[in-house]
């Protein structure tokens, strides 16, 4: 048995509690050791991923033992569990779980407990923690932050989170603690408004990288995320953003697991972008305009699924993509079996898009159905999409 394996029989699905009063039995005995590690925590609608693996290679950099938290994982829960650069064994995880045996936490805040033991065990110098969803409520948010960041505003998870950007900006900013910093670059003067209200409220010290000049409004977005990384480092060791050296942004990786990941499949060449809202496509699109390399300026085709959301946010993300036919040729619909899915039956009523015609596929494998016809393609969507579909690779690729 491997650790996915047992969270299926121990826990089925991914079904978040959203609520910090029932942890307290199961922290609470954390508080202690984590007194003397450092904490960072990373809220945001978009971009949280990217920011924290450029930290944890920032950090790792000048020396520090870092933990780092990360979710959903693409193809393995051990993904979410990383120390000093690398995800944990599968042997050593395994192990845990079982120790810890069946609690009665979601299957996201029981792999969190499993995390916390691990930083316990290893002694780590800096932990951070990538918030799942939200961030007031989120099981990260039981433990005070040193450092905290909100990466991106948009509207997404709206049911739970709200559907006002301010309302969305009161669940991410409940992260922050008094007398802590906070850093942002909300390129919406709106947003810096109410962080900056809530943030005089409750003493915390905030810096906008934007209002800071460390950025200017129209920086590109992965460089946004970097930036941010090295805004949170250097904070942490100097308390201030005075002599900033941006020119260390060279020094800090592009590319993460599925965050413009490449790949091959036969004569297919692969780019996976965990774009999986209009935000994330918004964003997308600025980043295919203004850091390609020449011989990725047009993808043959776009392949995309989503996770469950409202039909208009997925007709909305659509139509932002049908704005820009110079980057791709065709897009690809298609469905993947997950709990988290977006039902198919709901994908295959959306409407077609003027002249241009989505092509809707109910099995994903359909789209790769000629591994040795060459063709550049551009993977989107759910991050469990992604995960489906690198399994799925792999797989065909063992078999041959």
């Known amino acids: 048995m491997n650790p996915d394996s047992w969270m299926q029989q121990h826990y089925k699905h991914e079904k978040p509690f959203l609520g910090l009063e029932r942890l307290d039995c199961f922290f609470k005995k954390f508080k202690t050791p984590f007194k003397s590690t450092k904490i960072i925590t990373v809220a945001g609608t978009n971009g949280k991923g990217e920011t924290c693996f450029a930290l944890e290679s920032i950090l790792l950099k000048r020396g520090y033992k870092t933990a780092l938290w990360t979710s959903p994982h693409i193809s393995s829960v051990a993904e979410r569990f990383r120390f000093c650069g690398d995800q944990v064994e599968a042997d050593e995880l395994l192990v845990l779980f079982k120790e810890l045996g069946k609690k009665s936490l979601s299957y996201y805040e029981f792999l969190f407990l499993t995390f916390c033991e691990l930083c316990v065990i290893k002694k780590v110098d800096i932990i951070i923690f990538e918030v799942g969803l939200g961030g007031r409520l989120d099981a990260v948010n039981y433990f005070d932050a040193d450092l905290s960041c909100i990466t991106s505003i948009s509207r997404d998870h709206q049911a739970i989170l709200g559907n006002s950007y301010k309302k969305i900006l009161l669940e991410k900013i409940g992260i922050t603690r008094e007398s802590k910093p906070l850093v942002s670059c909300f390129q919406l003067k709106y947003l810096s408004e109410l962080a900056d209200q809530y943030c005089q409220q ?98 043959d085709t776009i392949v995309l699924s989503f996770s469950k959301r409202p039909l208009e946010d997925i007709v909305a993300s659509l139509k932002c993509l049908m704005k820009e036919r110079s980057l791709f040729g065709s897009i690809k619909l298609t469905s993947f079996d997950h709990p988290k899915a977006m039902d198919w039956k709901e994908l295959k009523e959306l409407p077609t898009f003027g002249n241009i015609e989505v092509f809707k596929i109910p099995d994903f494998r359909n789209c790769f159905q000629y591994p040795d016809n060459p063709e550049k393609i551009l993977v989107l969507g759910s991050y469990y999409f992604i995960g489906e579909l690198k399994r799925y690779f792999s797989d065909q690729t063992k078999s041959n």
């Open 202 to 299: 409750n003493k915390i010290f905030h810096y906008d990288l934007i209002r800071e000049g460390v950025l200017s409004p129209d920086t590109s977005y992965p460089d946004i995320n970097r930036v941010l990384a090295l805004a949170l480092s250097h904070l942490l060791e100097n308390n201030n953003l005075s002599g900033i050296d941006l020119n260390r942004i060279d020094l800090i990786p592009k590319y993460f697991k599925a965050r413009r990941e490449k790949m091959t499949f036969g004569s297919k060449e692969i780019e996976f972008v965990g774009a999986h809202n209009l935000d994330g496509f918004r964003k997308l699109i600025e980043y295919l305009h203004k850091n390609r390399e020449d011989d990725w300026k047009k993808y």
